[in-house]
């Protein structure tokens, strides 16, 4: 019977070993997972941006011709979206640009929008929230620029991760995930995700199933700010309309944001259109007490309501008629936690959870469960009434150097909620081979 040398016996046993503990490549499901938990440190932007946007000669990308210069400040956080931007429009045949002043505020419930151009009243509107109204603003903010995603809802793309191809790209050390966006598969989503970023998707792009580009978006020169990782420039490129934009970030704050600062009035005389309300008015300045004539008369009348008093009066009106109407029991409390995915950090730290409840007061906390995925609980404190909040102990293990996904299931009185303790790989996929 013929030998196998011992020595190489050996060799074949340390290569086996050591590929056992090799960094494995991430699935399309842990790469959502991570990039979710990323996505929610982000509590603030504030920036100011100059964005242009351009048609390019098909022979020669470098011939551009401007279509628009705009001056924009963003202001975003979960809660609501405020931008300000000076417009300005090159039209082919005229002289002169077309220039707009735009303000825009979205919060879940509504959205108000105000344009103002000279030799023009401003025109206002108010209304409810329809599908995707984030597509409705005409440019890119910071926060959008990185997790947009060709704006595609990330639930939609979430249900296709099943049929998704994934790929880690050595040269690039990014991960490139093809996530198909229509049953025929005609179309995917391509994401480029930089592990070094936090996984933060630098690039993204609708694609045809031979891989030809309909539209591309791409952040570049990242900076971390307020130890958070942000792009400070970002642009687009639509090949088969030979168009392109740009985005420059001039200024920009991290998670330090009031939210006192989202929202805006309308400026004396503009007409506003309240489709929640289902009234038009104009916005009329109230006279100072010190400005108005002085009179003998002690039994003047007080000035006549102006429309806005008239149309908030009318409101008041129908929805107390509508209460006294309506016998509906009340609704089951909703109980929102931010975040819902945390990013964990190496060693034991404290994490803390925001608990909010929409339609009556707040459930009690009766219990709790962990899943640990490797992770160590050591606490869970319920500061509800006195601060809104959870907090949470928990530790990372030194050992511990991949991906781990340890979900917290909270019990309130009447429902759960589970927010997941995320832990990004601290190797590259294949490092050890």
């Known amino acids: 019977m013929k030998k196998t040398p011992i020595v190489f016996c050996l060799f074949c046993i340390a290569c086996l070993f050591s590929a056992g503990f090799a960094a494995e490549q991430l699935s399309a499901d842990q790469l959502f997972t991570l990039m979710k938990s990323c996505r929610e440190r982000y509590s603030s932007i504030e920036a100011v941006i100059e964005n242009q946007s351009y048609s390019y000669d098909p022979n020669d990308s470098a011939k551009q011709t401007l279509?628009?210069?705009?001056?924009?400040?963003?202001?975003?956080?979960?809660?609501?979206?405020?931008?300000?931007?000076?417009l300005c429009y090159f039209i082919p045949g005229q002289t002169k640009p077309y220039v707009q002043k735009a303000t825009y505020y979205l919060c879940p419930s509504y959205m108000r929008t105000l344009t103002?151009?000279?030799?023009?009243?401003p025109k206002g509107v108010v209304r409810a929230i329809e599908g995707q109204d984030i597509a409705y603003i005409p440019y890119c903010d910071v926060y959008q620029a990185m997790w947009a995603l060709q704006g595609y809802e990330w639930e939609f793309l979430e249900t296709c991760l099943s049929e998704s191809e994934v790929e880690y790209d050595k040269q690039l050390n990014c991960y490139i995930v093809m996530i198909p966006?229509?049953?025929?598969?005609?179309?995917?989503?391509?994401?480029?995700?930089?592990?070094?970023?936090?996984?933060?998707?630098?690039s993204s792009a609708t694609v045809f199933d031979d891989k030809t580009v309909l539209i591309r978006d791409e952040c570049l020169e990242f900076q971390k700010i307020n130890d958070m990782w942000v792009p400070l420039k970002y642009q687009w490129l639509h090949p088969r309309e030979r168009t392109g934009g740009r985005y420059q970030v001039k200024s920009i704050q991290v998670n330090n944001l009031p939210d006192n600062k989202l929202d805006f009035s309308f400026p004396e005389r503009t007409r506003v259109e309240d489709k929640l309300r289902g009234v038009e008015y104009v916005v009329k300045g109230v006279e100072s007490p010190t400005n108005l004539p002085v009179s003998n008369n002690p039994a003047k009348?007080?000035?006549?309501?102006?429309?806005?008093?008239?149309?908030d009066a009318a409101v008041k009106a129908r929805e107390l008629i509508d209460k006294l109407k309506s016998a509906t029991p009340a609704k089951e409390v909703s109980i929102d936690i931010y975040p819902?995915?945390?990013?964990?950090?190496?060693?034991?730290?404290?994490?803390?959870?925001?608990?909010?409840?929409?339609?009556?007061?707040?459930?009690?906390?009766?219990g709790h469960t962990f899943a640990d995925g490797g992770l160590v609980l050591h606490s869970q404190e319920d500061r509800i009434l006195a601060e809104g909040k959870i907090k949470v102990?928990?530790?990372?293990?030194?050992?511990?150097?991949?991906?781990?996904?340890?979900?917290?299931?909270?019990?309130?009185?009447?429902?759960?909620?589970?927010?997941?303790?995320?832990?990004?790989?601290t190797e590259k996929p294949g490092s050890n081979d």
């Open 301 to 311: 009348l007080p000035p006549p309501a102006t429309d806005m008093q008239l149309a």
């Open 67 to 86: 279509k628009a210069n705009h001056k924009i400040t963003t202001r975003w956080t979960p809660k609501g979206y405020f931008t300000q931007a000076d």
């Open 181 to 202: 966006v229509t049953k025929s598969k005609k179309f995917w989503l391509r994401i480029t995700i930089d592990p070094a970023k936090d996984f933060i998707p630098i």
């Open 116 to 121: 103002e151009e000279s030799g023009a009243p």
């Open 340 to 366: 819902s995915y945390v990013w964990v950090l190496p060693g034991k730290n404290e994490y803390s959870l925001s608990i909010t409840a929409d339609g009556g007061a707040m459930p009690g906390l009766v």
């Open 393 to 425: 102990v928990l530790e990372r293990p030194a050992e511990l150097t991949g991906f781990a996904d340890g979900v917290l299931e909270l019990e309130f009185a009447g429902q759960k909620k589970a927010v997941h303790f995320v832990a990004a790989p």
